[in-house]
């Protein structure tokens, strides 16, 4: 093993992007609840074509929503965070997602405002409203939807009190889940954490450990990093 490169990833899953380092291990600290009713309601108005733009938020709300709908509406237009969730659209639904280059809410509800004008956003019930009211300052009507929640994993006290030189955080969510149970543990490794709300949550919890966040927030990038400092 490479000096340095005992990787943690945490997250719900494990990404393609890092499966391939030979010593990186998942730990997962979040479940992801569906919320079916909500889901139902959400495809419904996705096919009415009463939006004619809809906003996901992370690569999991495609997958959530693809046994929902059978195809995608003509003129409706799908909107992504970044470019791994345009990629899980691209994936689940066959259609093409614009995205920020800059990643954030604030930046995908500005993109939208200049495109759309009723928006069905999908959310996870722990989101924020920042896309949403970014939307209405700028006059889009917008319908928040809902369509899962995250749950606390049981997380393993024992793989968190193994030495890791490197842990990633990819979402602010995980980091809220997470962080105190791992500040003991976490004073000597390097965090990676995925967006600038990741970044904050992780320094306002545990303001001891380093941490990095990639300009680019997707896991191509993390696997760059991870090259970078030698990790294979």
Request: hydrophobic share 40%; net charge positive.
């Amino acid at each position: 093993m490479e000096k340095g490169c005992r990787v943690l990833y945490l997250g719900p899953e494990l990404p393609l992007d890092l499966k391939d380092f030979e010593f990186i291990y998942w730990l997962k600290t979040i479940d992801l609840v569906p919320i079916h009713n909500a889901l139902k309601a959400a495809a419904d108005y996705i096919v009415s074509g009463q939006y004619d733009c809809v906003a996901f938020m992370s690569p999991r709300a495609p997958r959530l929503l693809r046994p929902y709908i059978s195809s995608w509406p003509a003129g409706v237009k799908a909107f992504a965070v970044g470019s791994s969730t345009a990629t899980s659209i691209k994936e689940t639904l066959n259609i093409e997602a614009d995205y920020p280059r800059s990643y954030g809410s604030r930046e995908l509800g500005e993109l939208m405002s200049m495109k759309c004008r009723r928006v069905l956003t999908l959310r996870s019930e722990n989101g924020d409203l920042e896309l949403e009211n970014t939307l209405r300052s700028h006059g889009v009507e917008v319908l928040r939807v809902d369509i899962y929640r995250e749950a606390p994993a049981n997380l393993s006290q024992q793989k968190l009190a193994s030495h890791f030189d490197i842990i990633i955080i990819s979402s602010a969510g995980i980091a809220r889940a997470a962080c105190d149970l791992l500040r003991p543990y976490a004073k000597d490794s390097l965090v990676i954490a995925i967006g600038p709300k990741t970044s904050s949550e992780v320094s306002r919890r545990c303001p001891e450990v380093r941490v990095i966040a990639p300009t680019q927030h997707t896991f191509n990038a993390i696997s760059d990093i991870l090259r970078a400092l030698g990790c294979k």
